[in-house]
DNA sequence: ATACAATTAATTGTCTGACAATTAAAATCG
DNA sequence: CGATTTTAATTGTCAGACAATTAATTGTAT
């Protein structure tokens, strides 16, 4: 671990740093325990505020944990699946929000990704996932829903499809950034006749899945691209008449 | 912003989480000035340290940045794309070294999302594009190059390859899962005989590309991922005779 | 000897108060 | 009016203290 700090910059950063680098590289491993913030201020040679300001941002990205007591102190975080999307879901959504990206944008790349999958799911499934898209679908022709609830149940289908992929690096990247849109896509209000057409292309696509049929899924999954842009713009057409 | 703080929890993550909320919930907005310190203890009642924990905290995530002197003070920031892929980087890259994610899945993640943009690609790419792909390949083919610098220009390439599909969520994503596989991509030995398959297919692509012909350019990224797939098992296996 | 209780030591969490460094604005002076 | 100095506000850092928590150790009674 690098001790040598340059006095310009925030010390407590410097340090961040270099522990992170110490993570990083392997030097310290998953379940290590970290000097304890006495000892880590002895040897950076700073005071113990400016080393737990140091602790503070590791533990801000889930690098490590702490607990108190005889035997506590600070430890190297197994970084787990949901921690990991939940640090991409909440940078993603507030990456789309702040840079205003536009609709369009967001759906083409959600869709391009989903489609991504779709292969392999249509190879690999489980019955499990095909119920778990089914009970969706199931939800989704309820009647009195409202269109939050649509939505979600929506999220909760393609997050079933991807995960039929069987490949926790695409499961994990994918249901990160479909749930970082979530914001843009919760503009839309679904009427009756596209919840018609949505569902009908769910069960369809569903269907797809259940007979290993990859070339029908993908063009299901454009078919549905187009629905949602449709009626994206249409949303934001209603809502720009209805402010000017 | 809640100021109503539980006892039992990390008064300072708890800071952190309604600052948090504030700037997620659009309560706090792009470039609005945080109170100081001073006045942030003042109205959760704790003391300045236990603040600027919760500053760290936030800064760490690039939800914040600070700085000194009379119009000083801490400020919403506005995530750059290059601020999101980093920690989207480290994140993933963690993730992947942690949970001992094996080369066959990385591998397959990042073909099957690369395949999900070369479409549009097709439609797309620049010249400017097209131009850093062939300076890639270039590169590729230069005699004593190392196996780092290979994969790093393999990267590069790719990077230009999802660049062209213009659209900067897709681009985003991808880097930042790319650019995570690195470390288990650099394990791979690149003899003479696979590089000149690889470069032939770099050129072929980029080939397709201009010609606008996404069904070969994925076909071609089939080849290359059945490429990679081999590469990685017989350096997986030359490791293993040599360890055992 | 064992089970249970009290003590102790290590460690993080928090507070107080202080001073240094930095920065922009305000005041001063030529 | 322009340049310089002063001032005020703010974050960065430090030192020392005490509270809270936790596990190990010690002591004690059965």
Redesign the interface.
Known sequence: MKTQLSPDRDL??QI?EAI?DA??S?QLI?DARLPSEAELSDTFGVSR?TV???L??????S?IRTRRGATGGAYVN??S?DE?YG??I??????????E?DFH??C??RF??E???V??SAQRRSADHLAAMRAEVHRQSQPGLSDESFCASDVAFHRALVDG?G????S??LAG?VEAMQPLMNMITYSARPREQIIHLHTTLTDALENGDAAQAETLLTELEQITQMLGETTLQARAKAKG
Do not use: D, F, H, W
């Open positions: 407590s950063a961040a992170r993570i990083v392997g998953v505020p737990r300001e140091a503070k941002r590791l533990a801000a990205q690098l197994r970084l699946y990991a640090q991409q909440t940078t993603s959504t507030l990456l789309l929000s702040m840079n990206v944008t967001a083409e790349a391009a990704m489609r991504a999958c292969a392999l992929a490949n926790p690096v695409l994990y990247q950034a």
